[in-house]
């Protein structure tokens, strides 16, 4: 199996176990985003999302990141911080959800 390669010229192995199409009606001014579950070699999970938002005090994009032991406790552990991080950032908000200056979305070279 792939966990098993030995490659030490590179220090990561992962693979993309699962792509999800969430919709974000209400949160985000875009009405879907993506998350990526990748497995690494350890058999341990990690999700990311599509969508980065600006972070108040600083100014910078964060994406949600999330882990976990399956890939749907990741799945849920990625859209219960990026969310909070919603909450956290924009908690005024409108029924619209993000205005587009406050998110953006990766390069699908970044995801």
């Not at 058999?43 to 999330?66: A, N, S, Y």
């Not at 749907?72 to 990625?78: A, F, P, R, Y």
């Not at 029924?95 to 406050?102: D, F, H, M, P, Q």
Request: glycine share 10%.
């Amino acid at each position: 199996m792939w966990q098993n390669l030995e490659v030490s010229e590179f220090s990561v192995l992962e693979k993309l176990v699962a792509e999800y199409t969430i919709g974000t009606v209400g949160v985000l001014s875009s009405p879907t985003m993506k998350v990526r579950v990748y497995e690494n070699v350890r058999g341990t999970f990690i999700g990311v999302t599509e969508v980065q938002i600006k972070m108040k005090f600083d100014g910078l994009f964060k994406g949600g990141i999330g882990h976990g032991a399956t890939e749907e406790e990741t799945l849920s552990n990625t859209l219960k911080y990026f969310y909070e991080m919603i909450e956290e950032n924009y908690p005024d908000r409108d029924e619209t959800g993000l205005k587009e200056n406050e998110m953006r979305f990766n390069e699908s070279c970044e995801f």
